[in-house]
């Protein structure tokens, strides 16, 4: 998490869009004084120049309690990901 955070963000989408990447997850830790924007500015960047679906999830420090709802929205993730495959999305 070193750096400014416009620095951070563009090499997140220069690294995903070099390893070809079919969906972004962004991981939010609450607290975490670098992660009250920059997540969403990610996300929203992802999808506007990458076009790839991104979907933010908050990771609590104890995630026993969420995972069922992480496992949900990471599978739903999958779930467009397929989807756009058979409908020729990004290649």
Do not use: K, Q, W
């Amino acid at each position: 998490m070193a750096g400014p955070s416009a620095e951070r963000a563009e090499r997140i989408l220069r690294d995903a869009n070099s390893f070809r990447a079919e969906a972004a997850v962004i991981t939010i830790i609450p607290g975490a004084s670098h992660c009250a924007y920059e997540g969403a500015a990610i996300a929203e960047e992802a999808r506007r120049r990458l076009d790839i679906p991104a979907v933010e999830i908050e990771i609590p420090v104890l995630a026993d309690s969420v995972e069922t709802r992480i496992r949900t929205r990471l599978e739903a993730l999958v779930e467009v990901v397929l989807a756009r495959r058979s409908e020729g999305g990004r290649s």
